[in-house]
């Protein structure tokens, strides 16, 4: 990034200072860099007026700003947090696979600028809920949404190049390598922490009980990939945009990929996604 290209050109954020390497992945923190604005205006013909960041309600690393036009179009430009996952490119390919599908109830994808790492999708009027606050119209459409994912197989045309996603679990020992990853997280916090029962309870003995238990008399077969299905990673309320006549949109790509098909219905029946606060977003 080059110091002209760190300069703000709209934006209500403050602007990351140059030298800072990181001044990108500050959250809440994001400007509307020439590069950006001269590809709205090159490839869509989008003259920029204004240029919100759009603040994160659930923490993640990727920077958002809801952009308006002179002609009064509204989009976001998406500059994603770098690192080996390929964030950019599986949000936007999926999306344009999914909607050429016909699966709607997503942003469209309007332009992709893979030097800068960032894209640009429709803005999506809405907000975010509690799973508890959903009406059964809302969750008729959520499941009808869920239903279509699961037309889409890797025998499909043009959908042998998608990756698995982030992170597929295929088998009972991807799940409890997956479960271990986080323990092993876990820990590490807790060893940091002066709360004594954190601090001073064996976790790793407990869970790795609860694993054996869990898993006797298991047999182990993984999921064939005949039998995978697309998934979006993190289908869950907090990345559903839902307007008040219960129309909605699925956020949040960037994991999307090949897993077990009972995913999206763990995740929607989570009880961690069911005490979110109602906001507005992108």
């Known amino acids: 990034m080059t110091p002209a290209e760190c300069a703000p050109v709209v934006s209500a954020a403050p602007m990351p200072p140059c030298n800072d390497p990181h001044a990108r992945l500050v959250l809440g923190i994001f400007v509307l860099t020439p590069s950006a604005e001269r590809r709205l205006k090159a490839d869509l013909a989008l003259q920029v007026v204004r240029a919100e960041a759009i603040e994160p309600w659930q923490a993640h690393n990727n920077q958002l700003q809801h952009v308006w036009s002179a002609d009064g179009r509204e989009v976001v430009v998406k500059t994603y947090y770098q690192d080996d996952r390929h964030r950019l490119d599986r949000e936007f390919t999926a999306l344009v696979f999914l909607r050429a599908h016909g699966i709607l109830e997503l942003p469209t994808p309007l332009l992709r600028d893979n030097e800068h790492n960032f894209a640009v999708y429709s803005y999506e009027p809405g907000a975010t809920g509690p ?13 009808n949404f869920a239903a279509k994912l699961h037309d889409i197989a890797p025998d499909l045309p043009g959908a042998a190049h998608f990756r698995t996603s982030v992170p597929a679990t295929f088998s009972f020992a991807d799940m409890v390598r997956g ?89 929607l029946s989570d009880g961690r996604n069911l005490d979110f606060s109602r906001r507005r977003v992108r």
């Not at 059964?136 to 499941?143: G, L, M, P, Y």
């Not at 008399?217 to 990939?225: L, Y």
């Open 131 to 143: 799973g508890s606050a959903l009406t059964s119209s809302a969750v008729t459409r959520i499941a």
């Open 179 to 267: 479960t271990r990853a986080r323990l092993a997280q876990f820990i590490a916090h807790a060893a940091l922490m002066e709360d004594r029962l954190l601090a001073h309870t064996n976790w790793q003995t407990k869970i790795e009980s609860l694993i054996r238990e869990a898993l006797r008399g298991a047999e182990d077969t993984p999921i064939p990939r005949t039998g995978w299905r697309f998934s979006t990673a993190d289908l869950a309320p907090h990345n559903i945009l839902v307007t008040d006549d219960d129309q909605i949109c699925v956020l949040d790509l960037e994991y999307s990929g090949w897993d077990d098909p009972a995913d999206a219905r763990r995740r």
